[in-house]
């Protein structure tokens, strides 16, 4: 056995090809090095490369020869299928990305985890005052405001009270915005329940035989037809009916402070 050393001869220079190994000399056949041959690792002659890419001779690897083998042109929008392009790349499947941190805020690819994550987990405001806000998080579709009871609903209830023949009668407000009474009897009318002074508050009394017995107001600003207004009732030019049906609209916007009254004729 020999101690042979395989080498390439590459425009008659002789170029190392791997590690010394020990060959039997006589399985290395006939052959000669040149630039049309070498000798391989493997103890057989093989040809060198003597063109590519439609050039000859000593070839150097250039990023054409890549390119234009694998007919593909770098940051094109038309390529071969199984390519994408740099500018405006379709991609097909499932690709994945890594997810960003939440409140990201870049032009990093964001996921559908990323997005996901991005809904917010505090409940919804009532209301306050008007803000564009700073937050990135967004809202669920299926979240819910909590009803703002100090507003008026668009739809008020209506409660009747029925007969009320003596004593005190409170009408709280907040129980419903239109309320029936019958009078039955000498009694005396209280209010409570209006809204936080700012806001408006109404009522309307749906007043049943209002006349027919003595009824004694709280002190209301009854409005007269000539725009005035008096605290005594009977003095503001309408005259409640014994056997019938009179509304009586009362209204304050400082929490029940000051009411202001009229019949509605």
Do not use: C
């Not at 090095?33 to 001779?57: E, H, I, K, M, Y």
């Not at 994945?96 to 996901?116: D, E, G, I």
């Amino acid at each position: 056995m020999s101690f042979v050393k395989p080498i390439i001869l590459v425009n008659n220079n002789i170029v190392e090809s791997g590690p010394g190994q020990l060959v039997d000399p006589t399985s290395l056949g006939s052959g000669v090095a040149d630039n049309t041959t070498f000798l391989r690792g493997d103890s057989t002659w093989q040809p060198v490369v003597q063109s590519f890419n439609t050039r000859t001779g000593s070839v150097v690897l250039t990023s054409g020869d890549v390119t234009t083998a694998l007919a593909f042109v770098p940051y094109a929008n038309t390529n071969p299928a199984g390519y994408i392009t740099a500018s405006s790349p379709d991609l097909t499947g499932t690709p994945t990305a890594p997810t960003a941190s939440a409140n990201t805020n870049t032009t990093q690819l964001a996921t559908t985890a990323y997005v996901v994550g991005q809904a917010s987990v505090a409940s919804p405001l009532m209301n306050g005052s008007v803000a564009v806000g700073t937050s990135l998080l967004y809202s669920r579709q299926d979240h819910i405001h909590p009803v703002d009871t100090s507003r008026a609903p668009l739809y008020a209830a209506f409660v009747d009270q029925g007969t009320k023949s003596s004593g005190t009668y409170n009408i709280v407000v907040s129980a419903a915005a239109q309320q029936r009474i019958q009078n039955g009897g000498a009694f005396t009318i209280t209010t409570s329940g209006w809204p936080s002074s700012g806001l408006r508050g109404e009522l309307l009394i749906e007043l049943v035989n209002g006349a027919a017995f003595v009824i004694t107001w709280p002190t209301i600003n009854w409005i007269k037809s000539d725009g005035t207004v008096t605290t005594v009732i009977s003095s503001s030019g309408y005259t409640l009916q014994t056997s019938g049906v009179d509304f009586i609209l009362l209204w304050t916007r400082d929490g029940g402070t000051t009411i202001y009254g009229k019949i509605i004729r």
